[in-house]
C-alpha cells in the first residue's frame, strides 16, 4: 500500500459540551439510553485479535450508587488470555505498523464522529451508569474528552511527521517515524473514560498494537468502546481488551520479550512497581521499552492575601468535589490566609451542604458515589481518624453512607500542621484539606507548597498582586505540571491545557499533545546521495 498525495487533515476543534438542560434533545436521549442499559445485564467478555472471549471466571460490573445493581458480568483473563492477546498484537502489527497514516487516522476521524453522534449517549450513559458521574461529568469526558483526544491526536500526528531534516546539495535527508517494535501494554483507570480511550488509541495512531488492561471498574464503558472501535473499522487485533486483575495481566506482559512500552495512568505505587518489574526484565527485551505514566496527585490551591474570597471558595467547591473529588487533578490541600479564611469558611459551610450527593441520574445531584467499597472504606477510616485527632477539626460535612451506594459527603478538615498527614496524603475522594497561614509567612508557604507533597500534578494560585504571583510561579515551577492563576486546578482541556506533572505524578509526557505521541515512534534517518562518491581521497590531496 502506498500514498499518491501529500494530505492535510481537517482542523480539530474542540467538542462543544452539550447542557442537557430539560426539554434539550440530549437530555430525553440520554434518558432513553439509561433506562435501556439498565434494562438488561450484559455478558462482558475480552477482545482478542477481534474475537469475544470468555473464560467462565467472572466478576460483577455493579452501579456504585445502587451497589445492588447488577449491570454487568465481566470475564477474568489469565496467564493464557494475556499471552493470546500478545500474540493477536504481533500478528496486527505486521500489517497496521505498515498502514499509510492516512488510514490510520481515518478510523480514529471516523471514531470521533460516531462518538459525537449516534455513540455519544451509550458513552455517556455507561460512564455514569459504572462510574457513577453525573450527565455533566459523563458529557465533559466520555463525549468531548475523548472526542478531542482522538481529533487533535491525528492533527498532531502530521505535525511530527512534517519535521524533516535539512538536506545538503546532491543529497536528500528523509526522516521516519516508525511505530515500535513489539507490543504496547496500556493500563487505564476507572475515573475518566476519556483516558481508557485514548491511552490505547494515541499508540494505535502511531502504528503500534497494544494490549489494553482497563481498570475493573470501569469494565463497562470499556466494553462499549471496544464495539465503537470496531464499528469505526480498526481492525483486529490492533487492540486487545484483557479484562481481569490487574496482577496477573501484567505479570504475564512486563516479562514478553516483545514488550515495547507501557502506557499508564494510575496509582503512583502500581506505576513504580511496573518501572521495578521492566528494570528487572531490561536484558530479554527486544528494546528499551518506552515507560509513560499519568499517577496521583496532591493538588493544592494557594490564596494570596489579594485573592478575592468567593473566587477562592468557588475554585474549592467544584476543584475538590466535582465527581466525588476522583479525579487526578482534584484540589485536595489549600493553603489560606488568616485574613481570608472566616469569609472563606463560612462560604464552604453554607454552599457544600447544598451539594445534593445521591442518584447521577437526577439533574439536581452534584455526587454521585465513590467508586468501590474499598475506596468508601478507606476514606470513612480517614474522617473518623480526624475526629480523634487534636491537630484536625471537621469544618464541614464528613457523613459517609454505604446504602445504597457508596456515598461520602463533601468533607472540608482543617488542619494546625502544615505537614500533617491530611496536607501530604492522597486520599482520591471528596475530602479538602484547609491549612491556614499567617498573611506575613507568604514566602515560608510557598516553601510547605512546594515541599510537603512528593505529588507535582496540578495546582492553583489564587493572586492579585502581580510582583507575588510572579514569585509564586518561580517557587513553584517544579510543584505543578499543570498550574491555574485564578482558577481552579481541574478541567484541563485537550490543545489547550496538556495534561501531566512530575515527581511522584508521573513521567510528564502530556497527554493530548504531540509531546506524548512522540513517545510512541523509533525514528529511522535515510540518506540517499544522487551522486555516490567515486575515489576515496579527499579534497585537496
Known sequence: MSSHGIFRVPDPLNEPVLSYAPGTPEREELRVRLKELESRQLDIPLVIGGEEVRTGETFDAVEPHDRSHVLGTVHKGGAKEVERAIAASADAWEDWSRTPWEERAAVFLRASELLAGPWRQTLNAATMLGQSKTAHQAEIDAACELIDFWRYNVKYLTRIYEEQ???????????????????????????????????????????????????????????????????????????????????????????????????????????????????????????????????????????????????????????????????????SRAYIPKSLWPAVKRSLQEQLPELRVGDVARRDTFMGAVIDGASHGRLARRIEHAREDSQAIIVTGGKTWAEPGWFVEPTVIEVADPRHALMRDELFGP????????????????????????????????????????????????????????????????????FGGGRGSGTNDKAGSWMNLLRWISPRVIKESYLPQTGWRFTGN
Open 431 to 498: 475530602v479538602l484539606t484547609v491549612f491556614v497561614y499567617e498573611d506575613s509567612a507568604w514566602d515560608d508557604t510557598l516553601g510547605l507548597v512546594d515541599s510537603t507533597s512528593d505529588y507535582a500534578l496540578t495546582g492553583s494560585v489564587f493572586c492579585t498582586d502581580r510582583f507575588a504571583l510572579l514569585q509564586a510561579e518561580t517557587a513553584l515551577a517544579h510543584a505543578a505540571g499543570n498550574l491555574y492563576i485564578n482558577t481552579k486546578p481541574t478541567g484541563a482541556v485537550v490543545g489547550q491545557q496538556p
Open 165 to 331: 531534516p535539512t538536506s545538503s546539495p546532491g543529497v536528500w535527508n528523509r526522516l521516519e517515524y516508525r511505530p515500535l517494535e513489539g507490543f504496547v501494554f496500556a493500563v487505564t483507570p476507572f475515573n475518566f473514560t476519556a483516558i481508557g480511550g485514548n491511552l490505547p488509541t494515541s499508540v494505535a495512531l502511531m502504528g503500534n498494537t497494544v494490549v489494553w488492561k482497563p481498570a475493573s471498574t470501569a469494565a463497562y464503558s470499556a466494553h462499549f468502546l471496544m464495539k465503537l472501535y470496531e464499528e469505526a473499522g480498526l481492525p483486529p487485533g490492533v487492540i486487545n481488551m484483557v479484562t481481569g486483575r490487574g496482577e496477573a495481566v501484567s505479570r504475564v506482559a512486563l516479562v514478553h520479550r516483545r514488550l515495547a512500552g507501557v502506557h499508564f495512568t494510575g496509582s503512583t505505587a502500581t506505576f513504580r512497581h511496573l518501572w521495578q518489574s521492566v528494570a528487572g526484565n531490561l536484558a530479554q527485551y527486544v528494546s528499551y521499552p518506552r515507560l509513560v505514566g499519568e499517577t496521583g496527585g496532591k493538588d493544592f490551591v494557594l490564596a494570596h492575601p489579594s485573592a478575592d474570597a468567593d473566587a477562592v471558595t468557588v475554585a474549592l467547591v467544584r476543584g475538590a468535589f466535582e465527581y466525588q473529588g476522583q479525579k487526578c487533578s482534584a484540589a
